[in-house]
């Protein structure tokens, strides 16, 4: 198609000037637009739209070229009709003028204050509005949903614009079959949009979001796998180790509860069902969206003993008869796709079966203060530089699925109603003891993209809930105290590979265990040659240690055997690029601290590989 457009820009006689208005203020660059007008036909002429919507007017030269191109088409014309952004007061009059023998339309208004473009579905639609970056963003938010091809302008103008439009492209390319730019004068961006989506919109358009059930058909396979936060850990593992930190913090928050009968709320693809299963949990997961629930059953492939913890629901949450009564309760990024009524149900539903002393966890995103402060502050900074933030930091998804953000001030004001003990702080995955183990500022606060809450009818051990999002430096522990068992692991492998060991760890000292800042604990190795007197690699790769390694309340009337928790581990291992025997010495590290197979704590385990 491009080939076709270029060979017919070269060969049309089209010249924008016989209807260029001579008091144009830009006329002294008339001879530098002739091509830029002759391409415009020529796209109008190879694409044969039977209508056009074109954004930003001015003189109609656009609308011209484009009728030429293709005389049968029906135009309309939307024009702010001002002189800022490079247009001319009042020459959107003289576009009518030039245009009057075909279809027009004209209208005067700014697409900026509009949520949609008037009328339905067109052929083209040409965007050459404000070009400077977020406006010309909007309009292409705008052209996307109502075109079958949206012809951008200017898309090598500016910075801001090539910018714009390149992260629009980026969000938005599962809706489009193809896009290229011509360069010309000032770069024509042309862009193929799915049919497939079109026919979806028309749908969307015409329904109203009251609640998650107007929208429950967009929970599918391609969103829980091609967008939905951590599906590209999801794809590796098969939803069988938690990679995301999103999921790895709330499994951090859960280790407050080390057994029992587990809800998973809106499971979806299943990672956490899997986990919690793994740990010895009854677990029933609920999910309203088929496709959920088909991806959460697939994590436990070929494991029926551990499917056998699991009772899986496919049914709204808000108001299904649940079937028992829970020691703890998940939401792992739920609630924002709920409706404020939908969360109420669900704070009810929970509440109403939840064991006296159960917990309730939620984890949120985003934090609203987040994008409503913080992020336009970072705006600011990046425009200042130079650089570029879209105006609009969500996803398509997060912009047609997220119905009910969350303020801080809403979460637990909601959750009251329900439970009489309430936890909440701010925090991100990577880091979610937040402003629980940390004084916040009113900047830290409104920086925090995530919220977390624990709720329960009981009061909550805060003391233990911060020390499980926690590390601080560890004093010397004496050998005995930590114990490492390597249970299974591969005997030859290959070189330059990686392979999982598995292996359990017994804690009886003093402390929590766990991988969050300020010093994390993490599982790791040091290879070294066989007889194990000399180091080949030092630093070996980290695992995070989920759940965190608790150890059993110091109870002098319990036997010594259960004052301490002993956990199966899986951890990575990169193996060496050369062949032959090597020691693989596994043990802990304290980041910034100490390495534990040093004196006094002598925690290790070496085991014996081939490398082939």
Known sequence: MFDSIIQQAKLTEYDFRT???????????????????????????????????????RFGYSAAAFLHGYSN???????LDTDSFGGVKGAINWAKEITKQFNTEFIVADTQAMKRLPGDIY????????QDGDSSFHDLELAIKQSRYVLVDGFLWTRQNFNAASDFLFRY???????????GYAGELLIKVSSDYLQQLEVEHKSIVNSSLDIRQTYTSDYYTQDCGGFDAYKKNQGKSLEDPRLQSVAAISSLKQSGHILDIGCGRGELSYYFAYQGFSVTSIDYSPSAIELAKSCFNGEDKLSEKVQFICDNVCNVVLPDKYDLAVASDVIEHLSFAEVDALYHQVAQHMNTNGIFILHTFPNL?????????????????????????????????????????????????????????????????????KKFTNRDICAAPSLFAVASHEPINQEQLKNNLQMLPLPPI???????????????VDINSEIEIQLDIENSSDFILNSYSSHPVHISYHWMNEQATDYLVFD???????????????????PLKYKSQKITYKARVRTLS????????????QEGVRWFDSQPTNLFEDIYIRLA
């Open 19 to 57: 209807t260029a208005n001579p008091n144009d203020p830009l006329i002294y660059l008339f001879s530098d637009w002739v091509n830029y007008y002759k391409l415009k036909s020529a796209i109008s002429y190879i694409l044969k739209p039977a209508s056009i919507l074109e954004i930003g007017v």
């Open 369 to 437: 203060w987040y994008y409503q402060y913080d992020y336009q502050r970072k705006r600011k900074i990046a425009a200042s530089v130079g650089a570029y933030l879209p105006v609009q930091p969500r996803s398509r998804y997060e912009l047609l699925m997220h119905i009910n953000e969350q303020s801080p001030r809403v979460l637990k004001k909601q959750l009251s109603k329900h439970f009489n003990h309430i936890c909440l702080w701010f925090g991100d995955p990577a880091n979610p003891g937040g402003s629980l183990v």
């Open 73 to 79: 088409a029906k135009y309309i014309g939307i024009d």
């Open 123 to 130: 052929d083209l639609i040409h965007v050459d509005g404000q």
């Open 478 to 492: 004496p050998t005995g105290k930590i114990q490492i068992q390597v249970v299974d692991y591969p005997p030859i």
């Open 540 to 558: 070996g790769e980290r695992t995070k240690i989920i759940p965190n390694l608790d150890r059993t309340q110091n109870i002098s009337s319990l």
């Open 173 to 183: 390319a599962d809706l489009i079959d193809w896009y290229g730019v011509i360069p």
């Open 578 to 589: 050369k062949r032959g025997n090597f020691t693989l010495r596994v043990t802990l590290v």
